[in-house]
């Protein structure tokens, strides 16, 4: 059994990351989660630290973290869960767009922090998040253009789709406005027996994390 180190379902979104890509490669493995008022675990949802203690795994004799890292070693040992796709223009293109979403769009992250349980009608996008949601819808566009959908990179869910499921999440917290091809997408990704999963653990959460309430 392996085991993969979260933190909060509700507000960390590379913990939801790494559990995606764990479940999508047909993994089993258990749930170790990092206590909510470890210091370490405030400092990564506040977006002052990088996402170095989560997500982590743990199988057989291998210890591996960051989501990219994760995702590179399941690929290897489960092939056939298709994290990369197999033609490699795609795959390359998977792997862009996956490290844009990886090192990128800070400004969105600090606007619209995720919370899942969390939803407000109207919300004010400042101008600095929306040239990040620009690019993002940007990026969605052209991948569904190009590998013809319903996903990212075509018919199954893939790593890029794990990577951007969290901006799904936010999107959804923060009512930001989609075209119609851009928000079936997101929907699509809501909807997914995974994220429903997840969601329903992140709804079990403390409704408010002591300290960190201004920054959610």
Same mark, same amino acid.
């Given at each position: 059994?392996?085991?993969?180190?979260?933190?909060?379902?509700?507000?960390?979104?590379?913990?939801?990351?790494?559990?995606?890509?764990?479940?999508?490669?047909?993994?089993?493995?258990?749930?170790?989660?990092?206590?909510?008022?470890?210091?370490?675990?405030?400092?990564?949802?506040? =977006?002052?630290?990088?996402?170095?203690? *989560?997500?982590?795994?743990? +199988?057989?004799?291998?210890? *591996?973290?960051?989501?990219?890292?994760? /995702?590179? &070693?399941?690929?290897?040992? &489960?092939?056939?869960?298709?994290?990369?796709?197999?033609?490699?223009?795609?795959?390359?293109?998977?792997?862009?767009?996956?490290?844009?979403? +990886?090192?990128?769009?800070?400004?969105?992250?600090?606007? =619209?922090?995720?919370?899942?349980?969390? +939803?407000?009608?109207? &919300?004010? *996008?400042?101008?600095? /998040?929306?040239?990040?949601?620009?690019?993002?819808?940007?990026?969605?566009?052209?991948?569904?253009?190009? +590998?013809?959908?319903?996903?990212?990179?075509? /018919?199954?869910?893939?790593?890029?789709?794990?990577?951007?499921?969290?901006?799904?999440?936010?999107?959804?917290?923060?009512?930001?406005?989609?075209?119609?091809?851009?928000?079936?997408?997101?929907?699509?990704?809501?909807?997914?027996?995974?994220?429903?999963?997840?969601? /329903?653990?992140?709804?079990?959460?403390?409704?408010?994390?002591?300290?960190?309430?201004?920054?959610?």
């Amino acid at each position: 059994m392996a085991t993969l180190t979260i933190s909060s379902k509700n507000y960390s979104s590379w913990s939801l990351r790494g559990w995606l890509l764990c479940k999508m490669a047909g993994l089993s493995f258990e749930e170790e989660r990092v206590p909510l008022d470890d210091p370490d675990m405030k400092a990564e949802l506040l =977006l002052l630290s990088p996402s170095f203690l *989560v997500p982590r795994l743990v +199988h057989e004799d291998v210890t *591996v973290w960051d989501t990219l890292a994760i /995702a590179a &070693f399941l690929n290897e040992v &489960f092939p056939q869960a298709g994290l990369l796709p197999a033609d490699r223009a795609v795959r390359a293109h998977c792997l862009s767009i996956s490290g844009e979403m +990886h090192s990128g769009f800070a400004n969105m992250r600090s606007a =619209l922090p995720m919370n899942i349980k969390a +939803h407000y009608p109207g &919300f004010k *996008v400042w101008a600095g /998040a929306q040239a990040d949601i620009e690019r993002i819808v940007a990026i969605w566009r052209g991948c569904l253009t190009a +590998h013809g959908g319903p996903f990212l990179m075509g /018919a199954a869910p893939t790593l890029a789709d794990a990577m951007y499921a969290p901006v799904c999440s936010r999107f959804t917290s923060y009512d930001v406005k989609l075209d119609p091809e851009c928000d079936a997408y997101r929907a699509r990704i809501m909807a997914l027996p995974l994220m429903q999963e997840w969601i /329903a653990g992140a709804q079990e959460e403390p409704e408010e994390l002591e300290e960190l309430g201004a920054e959610f």
